[in-house]
Each structure stands twice: as C-alpha cells, then as structure tokens.
C-alpha cells in the first residue's frame, strides 16, 4: 500500500520525490538483516554505541519511514522489532536514544500494548532526571508521555509528563536577564539548541501548557525560548547560532544551531499568536537558506535545513519557502546511490550506505515524503488538545 499524499502542483517534482521515496524504501528492505540482533539494517556506527532500537541511530527511526512511506511496516521488521529486549540497563529513558522513542515508535506502529509497557519504564530508570534536553533526558520522555496522553486520553501519561515539567522547573537556572537554562553535568558550557538546549526544554513546557493550561510551565517555556534567543548572532541579516554559550561558530542544523531553534521559535508563533517568535524564525531561517551543505541528512544537513523552511512555508504560505525548501530536497537528491535494490543515501562522513533516521536514509525520506505531502512533521506537531 502506497501512503503517498497525492501530488500537489506546488512541488512540481513531485513525481522524482515519490520514485525516490519508493526506491528507498525498497532497498531499505532488501538490506534488513533478521539474524543479527545488533541493527537490523545499515545504520550509524552510533547505533552500536548506543542500543539497536533507538530513534536516530537504530531500527525504530527506520522503521517509520517504511510506515510512511508503505503505509505499514513489513511483518518481518515489526517481528523483529518486538523481539529485541528492551532493559533499563542497556536503553537510557531518552526520546531519541533510548526507552520513550522505542515505546512512541511502537504506537504510530499499532502496537499499543508493547509501547504501554516500554513507556511504564521511563520515569523509573535511574538515568530519567540525568539529563533535561529533549535528545536525551527528561523534556523528551516527558514530550512522549504527552504524545502518549493525546493519543490515547490515558491521564496516568499526562502525569509522567507533569512529572518531567516539574523536575524541569526545580533543576532550571538563571540567566542575570531571567531567562532560563540547563547545564549539562560537569560541562562548564551550556548547550543551545532544540535538541540538546533550552528551546527543546521550550518547546515541551509549551506543549503540555497546550494540555493543562499550567500558568508556570508557559512561563518557563517563554523563559526557556529567551535563553537561546540571547544568544543568537546577527551575519549579514540573519541570526545564527554555535552549539553552546561558548561557540561563536554558526550551525544552521537540526541537531545544533540555527535549524532547530527556529523548528521551536515557529511552533511557539502557532500556539501563541505572537509576532516577535514570528519575526526571530524569519530571521534564523536565513541561516538556514544556505547555498548548499556538506551532507544531505536529517540532523546535521540539507534535509535537517529543509525541514525547517519547510515548517515556515506550513505556517506562513510564502511561496519563498516552498522553494527554498524545495532546493533543499532537490540538493539532497544529488547524493543519491543507486543500486539494483533501489535507492540509498551515504551516511555519516559519506563513507558508506546507511539507512538510520539521524544520519542516514531513513530521514532524508520523511523529509521528501513530507515535502510532497506538506503535513506535520514526526515528534515535533503533536495533536492539539480538543
């Protein structure tokens, strides 16, 4: 089955994106691997490194482009996928790296029962208040068990989320203009960004405000988006940003940098009307609307940059960021592999065929699948409450 939107005359190629998401796909199936129990398919060495379920290097990431993509994962990978064992020991709590991603994975999945038990875990391991970023530590679990609540209006979820906010807000701290942040333990540096700074701690606070209408954690979400919004740079028109307090370097990606923040500087502008998140997400795209980048990928690339402009064209309808967003894609195709199995993206460095969602295929094709589709973006637009 082919979940394909239907071609929208505003990307005219859009036939090209769908041959390329169907030729990913293909060969994302042909290489899977169901006698190894260390990754099922090519992926990023960090997948070793970490565990083979997690969301940006290991199964599950892949897993959801094949869901998008097909309109259902094959029963081999959803075989596969139940049978890994998933222990606190090995998988740490986060949304990205570990436990909260794996369980969110296997509810788009349709497997609600598996992603319960994962999910009951979370806020019980011994690492779930190690870290406060949305990569890896309590904003992340704590933006899945919000997931988890709007889904399903399960409010024992709503309260692991409530749980995450409220650590969030006692182990937070100060700037001298009451902005607020979090400090990565023994790192003199404090971390920018959506997925590691205080934006993606932001962008959380702000979504279960959405929910429970909590004065204190909109308030914290503002303080939160200030942190990083003080330390943007101006060059030449645009804000831009390193990947701490500390770096006077400019990253325009997802991952770190100028990508992600404005990824939550747009979604606050939707929740709360206000022009100035507006104008700032205008501003940090210009970063973003660089003439071309080293790498195509999802975290740290041209569909990283992509998805950003991508998220301004959703939200404002200017037809410049369409195709802005469009170059992007159209960029990226320039690293495609072809192969008698279909089509493939070079990983990390570009030395080898990989399949993962941070730095492999399978992100490129959410992004490309998203371009012609034009809806919302995985782990980012969650369900409005009702």
């Not at 500087?265 to 609307?289: M, P, S, T």
């Amino acid at each position: 089955m082919d979940s394909l939107e239907p071609v929208t005359p505003l990307v005219p190629e859009a036939g090209l994106l769908r041959e390329t998401v169907r030729g990913l796909a293909r060969h994302v199936v042909a290489s899977m691997d169901v006698q190894r129990t260390d990754r099922l398919f090519p992926c990023d060495p960090h997948a070793f490194q970490t565990n083979p379920l997690n969301v940006a290097y290991g199964a599950c990431g892949t897993a959801l482009f094949l869901h998008d993509a097909l309109g259902e994962v094959p029963t081999a990978v959803r075989e596969w996928l139940l049978a890994q064992p998933v222990t606190a020991d090995v998988y740490p709590p986060g949304l990205y790296s570990g436990m909260a991603g794996v369980a969110w994975t296997f509810l788009e999945l349709g497997l609600p029962e598996r992603a319960w038990a994962l999910l009951e875990h979370v806020p019980a391991s011994p690492l779930a208040f190690a870290a406060a970023d949305l990569f890896n530590g309590a904003a992340g679990w704590g933006l899945t068990a919000l997931a988890f609540h709007l889904r399903t209006r399960e409010e024992k979820a709503l309260g692991w989320a409530c749980l995450a906010a409220e650590h969030l807000l006692k182990s937070a701290e100060r700037s001298p203009a009451g902005a607020l942040y979090w400090r990565e333990a023994g790192q003199p540096a404090i971390k920018l960004g959506f997925a590691y700074g205080a934006s993606g701690v932001g962008f959380f606070l702000l979504s279960l405000w959405r929910v429970t209408n909590e004065a204190r954690y909109l308030e914290a979400a503002r303080r939160a988006m200030d942190f990083d919004l003080a330390h943007a740079k101006e060059r030449e028109g645009a804000w831009v940003w390193g990947t701490a307090t500390d770096d006077g370097g400019h990253r325009p990606y997802w991952l770190q940098g100028g990508g992600g923040i404005a990824s939550a500087l747009i979604r606050f502008f939707e929740v709360l009307q206000e022009e100035r998140y507006l104008d700032a997400a205008h501003r940090a795209a210009k970063g973003c609307n660089v003439f071309f980048a080293a790498a195509p990928h999802l975290f740290e690339g041209l569909a990283s940059m992509g998805e950003t402009l991508l998220d301004l064209y959703r939200v404002t309808g200017e037809p410049r960021y369409l195709e802005q967003a469009r170059r992007k894609a159209t960029q990226t195709l320039l690293f495609r592999i072809e192969r008698p199995e279909g089509l493939a993206f070079p990983g990390r460095h570009l030395l080898r065929i990989s399949h993962d969602y941070g730095m492999g295929g399978a992100g490129i094709g959410l992004f490309l699948h998203r371009l012609v589709g034009q809806g919302p973006r995985r782990f980012h637009d969650l369900s409005p409450p009702k």
